[in-house]
């Protein structure tokens, strides 16, 4: 099994721009957030230590993030080490520290924003093992009007969780090019799947789990229950306003900590 590389800038990013506009959509009246630093972190074990930094979304802001915020001062520390960021670009802050972020340990983010101290923590889960699939291929059934179509074979993906952890399944594109499996009532352009598997050991693909032709790679991410919470409540809108989740006090956002494994051969869904 290999390690994952920069999944959560390309594939959970999705989840913080909406936690910002939820998060701008509170009914509690009695704090002001819009002055409130939203935090998006994910620490990975072996790899440098990215967090960025930006205001709340308003409601009417179309920007795809709130104004990012420069000149802070962030400290990360693992309990017993404390080493500080440096801002590579507005509101981007980095350790270029590789060694720094190890399989196991606490973590901890501070920093002060408006005279107020910003902190956060998380716990490196325990690294994913066992993952499988039933076959390396999908195959989907062609429907033709007027015959009798081809039974779906199913593929499972099954890993080995007998503590109940949460884990999140991606399925990442790896063709440049894109063939639609079904063109009928589908505007969605995104190519990469991620599915919530709800604290199991396996889950069961369908024929609706992809849109598209081609060789994905698969990866089994192990997250802590700020993530899970972040991502159920991604179906808040406003007709269902309620307060977004945050592990970060006197901020909004995540700081999270995730380990991979991943599949050393590509999953390939291909048509009948």
Same mark, same amino acid.
């Not at 060694?99 to 920093?111: A, C, D, N, P, R």
């Not at 429907?143 to 999140?168: L, Q």
């Given at each position: ?12 990013? #999705? ?18 957030? @819009?002055? $409130? ?9 072996? !790899? ?5 930094? /930006?205001?709340?979304? #308003? $409601? ?9 915020? @420069? ?5 990360? /520390?693992? #309990? ?8 590579? !670009?507005?509101? %981007? ?15 901890? $983010?501070?920093?002060? *924003?408006?005279? $107020? ?17 039933? !076959? ?28 109940? *952890? ?7 594109? %790896?063709?440049?090019?894109? @063939? ?18 709800? %604290?199991? /050991?396996?889950?069961?693909? @369908? ?5 598209? +032709?081609?060789? *994905? ?17 991604? /179906? ?16 909004? #956002? ?10 050393? +051969? ?7």
């Amino acid at each position: 099994m290999v390690t994952l590389y920069n999944t959560p800038k390309t594939v959970f990013r #999705g989840i913080l721009l909406l936690l910002c506009l939820f998060a701008a959509c509170k009914k509690d009246t009695t704090e002001n957030t @819009s002055i $409130l630093p939203v935090v998006e972190a994910y620490l990975l074990p072996g !790899k440098n230590v990215e967090v960025k930094i /930006s205001l709340q979304k #308003g $409601l009417v802001d179309t920007n795809a993030y709130g104004v990012p915020i @420069s000149g802070l001062a962030l400290r990360i /520390s693992d #309990g017993t080490v404390t080493k500080t960021l440096t801002e590579a !670009k507005a509101g %981007q802050y980095l350790l270029k520290d590789s060694t720094f972020i190890k399989s196991t340990g606490v973590y901890s $983010l501070q920093f002060t *924003y408006n005279d $107020l101290p910003v902190t956060a923590s998380t716990t490196m889960p325990d690294k994913p093992s066992g993952l499988t699939v039933s !076959k390396d291929t999908v195959i989907i059934p062609k429907f033709t009007f007027g015959t009798t179509p081809t039974a779906f074979i199913p593929v499972t993906v099954a890993w080995t969780n007998s503590g109940s *952890y949460n884990h999140i399944l991606v399925f990442k594109y %790896q063709e440049t090019w894109k @063939s639609l499996i079904s063109d009928r009532f589908n505007r969605d352009t995104t190519t990469s799947v991620e599915l919530n598997t709800v %604290q199991t /050991s396996n889950y069961e693909l @369908s024929m609706n789990t992809f849109k598209y +032709y081609g060789r *994905y790679k698969v990866i089994l991410m192990r997250v802590n229950t700020e993530y899970v919470e972040m991502l159920n409540n991604s /179906s808040t809108s406003s007709h269902n306003l309620t307060n977004a989740p945050t592990n970060v006090k006197n901020g909004l #956002g995540i700081f999270t900590a995730m380990q991979a494994d991943t599949l050393k +051969y590509n999953l390939l869904v291909k048509a009948e």
